[in-house]
T-cell receptor
Framework: GESVGLHLPTLSVQEGDNSIINCAYS??????FIWYKQESGKGPQFIID?????DKRQGQRVTVLLNKTVKHLSLQIAATQPGDSAVYFC????????????FGAGTRLAVHP | GAGVSQTPSNKVTEKGKYVELRCDPI?????LYWYRQSLGQGPEFLIY????????DSGLPNDRFFAVRPEGSVSTLKIQRTERGDSAVYLC??????????????FGPGTRLTVL
């Protein structure tokens, strides 16, 4: 299948550790942000989203933090598992329109047993 | 239920040929999107359909690219006179609506296009 993220920055973690993946977004007018996970040969899979009127949102084992002052988004994964190994993309949506996603560059997460 | 499906999963063609890529969205989803993903990069927006109409085709790189969604469900992305630079994974996504709480986009597995 297609190999994703051959030239992307890589975050290597040990199984069981917490992971933090960072993303800088581009447009201060963006009001909706999403994290996607992409495994090799597959399409992006929705993980969690957050609106600009929030600064933190939690899901199952994942937390997204939003800092609008510095246009920064982070994804925290608790107790990282081998199945979390993938490329992670943040995406933003500009306000006032439909859901045209603007993706960031992506980060490869490698989980070692 | 069934997710977004795309066919073919792989397509190899020669420079100058015409190709069609198909997307079957999740049943009931009114919004459909096409993206293109080059190796090592994030997906880039191509075109968005709301129902049968192309609401935004600003991401299509040139007039060799065209997409249709005649009955508001299945969509076909058409590329004429293919060039080597068109080689990429073409992703389709659909969402229940185009905004708000039900606007989450669900992606298909993609079609890997290789132009020789």
């Amino acid at each position: 299948g297609e190999s994703v993220g051959l030239h992307l920055p890589t975050l290597s973690v040990q199984e069981g550790d917490n992971s933090i993946i960072n993303c800088a977004y581009s447009n201060s007018a963006s009001d909706y942000f999403i994290w996607y996970k992409q495994e090799s040969g597959k399409g992006p899979q929705f993980i969690i989203d957050i609106r600009s009127n929030m600064d933190k949102r939690q899901g199952q084992r994942v937390t997204v933090l939003l800092n609008k002052t510095v246009k920064h988004l982070s994804l925290q994964i608790a107790a990282t598992q081998p199945g979390d190994s993938a490329v992670y993309f943040c995406a933003e949506i500009f306000s006032g329109g439909y859901n045209k996603l603007i993706f960031g560059a992506g980060t490869r997460l490698a989980v070692h047993p | 239920g069934a997710g977004v499906s795309q066919t073919p999963s792989n397509k190899v063609t020669e420079k100058g040929k015409y190709v069609e890529l198909r997307c079957d969205p999740i049943s009931g989803h009114t919004a459909l999107y096409w993206y293109r993903q080059s190796l090592g990069q994030g997906p880039e927006f191509l075109i968005y359909f709301q129902g049968t109409g192309a609401a935004d085709d600003s991401g299509l790189p040139n007039d060799r690219f065209f997409a249709v969604r005649p009955e508001g469900s299945v969509s076909t992305l058409k590329i004429q006179r293919t060039e080597r630079g068109d080689s990429a994974v073409y992703l389709c996504a659909s969402s229940l609506t185009s905004g708000g709480a039900f606007g989450t986009q669900y992606f298909g597995p993609g079609t890997r296009l290789t132009v020789l």
